[in-house]
């Protein structure tokens, strides 16, 4: 045991009720090794929810930033954190990466979904009103990297056309947040998405098991996936895995995942982990036992791969608040092994940067990254003279990004996190929403920002 699993620390901050979604009081609450986000309502009782399990502590997990006011914000502070969202000038954080939902229909209909896609006959939005969204967004967002998600988006046939207006408009990188069944299914689609300025593709990849796509999604999904995969990599496009990781169900698959990422690198850019938030109708708060944190994930990572990666070499974001997400980046190497090339934990300084630093940092790393490569060398280039020189000609394709994000839902939201949040929603009114207040429902599915129709106790 480490001293950090005798400690108790509480540090104050704030958060919702997860049935009436009122702003209440919180503290994140250390001791045994665990943090927990505890909060009290006044009508409904406390609230007491595991954020941060095992090590490094979440107090040892810290790259402090100074707020960065956005450029320009579409409301004023009236009601407060979390219901003022447009950004306000409360904000403390850049727009990193812009988030367009094209669709909301869905081809698929799994059971884990932010958007709660697929259920709707709401008919798409037009293109006039996508290039209307574009360009009331810019000034605010700035030149910032747009996914365009869903729903399905690649239900509709004008993608292409889409990520062409989102370049037009000055954005520089354009991502398709994607199941991965109809680019699968359709050898020349991703040509045509490549046509259009499409840079990377989000692609949902729960493991390299069907028994997991079965319990996650509903059906056998490895193939079509995998089709995918070659398919973009063949058009140009840059693949990122996304798991949603949940315990029992998937948890003990993150080292063959990675090994497969690696396995297809080039083409595969990174492995993105998300562990399962709760989002929708859960009358009771779902169990401790079905949460997994950041810090768990990582050190599965170093268990599932003997070593090979290490739960040290990740590094605290420079962009969303620390307690976010984590990163490290990695060389494949001839023979398939992973080395590391970000500095771990210790490379991370304690002086406060300004926050507006990290999401350019953020964005630039996202556009050099999750791309696709430049072309390798041709075969008639000469090799290059050494080991240092072979290293580097590699650096230049064959990089493995590997990182993970916890979103927030209605029992793990802290106003502290959210307030440094740099992936912004926009709605159909041009408003810039935090992803995690965008997707937030209480218990009972009701919506704080999503419908049309607000909570009637959000005070």
Not at 142 to 160: F, K, W, Y
Not at 243 to 251: A, R
Request: aromatic share 6%; proline share 8%.
């Amino acid at each position: 045991m480490t001293p950090s699993d005798f400690c108790f620390d509480s540090v104050p901050t704030a958060s919702v009720c997860p049935i009436c979604l009122r702003r209440i009081p919180a503290r994140r609450v250390t001791a045994g090794g665990e943090t927990r986000l505890v909060k009290d309502c006044p009508e409904h009782g406390r609230f007491s929810t595991p954020v941060w399990r095992d090590s490094p502590s979440l107090g040892e997990w810290s790259r402090p930033k100074t707020p960065s006011a956005p450029p320009a914000t579409a409301t004023a502070i009236e009601r407060g954190c979390p219901f003022d969202c447009g950004l306000c000038p409360d904000h403390g954080q850049h727009t990193c990466t812009a988030l367009i939902e094209i669709t909301w229909r869905c081809d698929l209909g799994c059971e884990v979904c932010f958007a709660s896609a697929g259920g709707t006959a709401r008919p798409d939005p037009t293109p006039d009103e996508l290039d209307h969204l574009l360009e009331t967004i810019r000034p605010s967002a700035g030149a910032c990297n747009i996914q365009l998600s869903g729903g399905e988006p690649a239900v509709r046939d004008d993608l292409p056309r889409i990520a062409a207006m989102a370049k037009a408009h000055g954005f520089p990188f354009v991502q398709v947040n994607t199941n991965g069944l109809r680019v699968g299914r359709e050898r020349d689609l991703a040509a045509r998405w490549a046509e259009g300025g499409v840079d990377s593709a989000f692609l949902q990849f729960d493991g390299t098991r069907d028994d997991i796509h079965r319990a996650i999604r509903g059906r056998e999904l490895l193939d079509i996936k995998l089709a995918a995969i070659e398919n973009l990599t063949a058009a140009g496009i840059g693949v990122v895995l996304v798991p949603t990781v949940i315990p029992g169900v998937n948890d003990d698959n993150l080292g063959d995942i990675l090994r497969l990422a690696a396995s297809l690198s080039p083409g595969v850019r990174g492995v993105h982990f998300q562990p399962i938030s709760y989002f929708g109708r859960y009358p009771q708060a779902p169990a401790d036992s079905l949460r997994i944190t950041l810090p768990e994930i990582m050190t599965a990572l170093e268990r599932q791969t003997d070593g090979a990666i290490r739960a040290t070499d990740f590094q605290p974001p420079a962009c969303e608040h620390a307690h976010c997400s984590f990163h490290g980046n990695y060389l494949v190497m001839e023979d398939g092994r992973l080395e590391r090339l970000s500095g771990g934990r210790s490379a991370c300084c304690c002086t406060p940067h300004p926050a507006a630093e990290g999401a350019e940092q953020s964005r630039a790393f996202v556009r050099r990254q999750w791309a696709a490569p430049d072309a390798p060398p041709t075969a008639t280039a000469p090799e290059p003279a050494d080991d240092l020189d072979r290293f580097i000609a590699r650096a230049r394709t064959h990089i493995l990004a590997v990182s993970g994000m916890a979103f927030q839902d209605a029992w793990t939201l802290d106003l502290e996190r959210l307030k440094g949040c740099c992936i912004h929603v926009a709605a159909p009114d041009g408003r810039l929403v935090p992803f995690c207040a965008y997707n937030l429902t209480a218990a009972d599915g009701t919506a704080l920002y999503r419908s049309t129709q607000h909570a009637a106790s959000t005070t």
